[in-house]
């Protein structure tokens, strides 16, 4: 059965990192393009990562350009999420996922608050 589980939230300071990590069961995620997603009371579910299967190519939101970077793990089938330099308006629950899939996990909460 396919399962997704992210991990690796919690609470920092501005300006501070975290690394978020997506555990996969139930298919190889070097088989298919991952991406990771946030959203925050109110607000639709955003796109703030993906990469593709062949060549691993990433594409990031504008709003994290240069500060998160995605990556792959095909020996663990893990999907990360690496966040620097964060910024309260990255609170936010984060999900990864497989573009177009209609189910979504619990998440994991990201907090960047003093």
């Known amino acids: 059965q396919v399962q997704l589980v992210e991990s690796g939230g919690g609470l920092v300071q501005p300006g501070g990192s975290l690394r978020l990590s997506c555990t996969v069961s139930?298919?190889?995620?070097?088989?298919?393009?991952m991406s990771w997603y946030r959203q925050t009371p109110g607000n639709e579910r955003e796109l703030v990562a993906s990469?593709?299967?062949?060549?691993?190519?990433?594409n990031y939101a504008d709003f994290v350009q240069g500060r998160f970077t995605i990556s792959r793990d095909n020996a663990k089938n893990t999907v990360f999420l690496q966040m620097n330099s964060l910024k309260p308006e990255d609170t936010a629950v984060y999900y990864c996922?497989?573009?177009?899939?209609?189910?979504w996990g619990q998440g994991t909460q990201v907090t960047v608050s003093l």
């Open positions: 996922n497989v573009p177009f899939r209609r189910s």
């Open positions: 139930g298919f190889t995620v070097s088989s298919t393009a």
């Open positions: 990469i593709l299967a062949i060549g691993g190519r990433t």
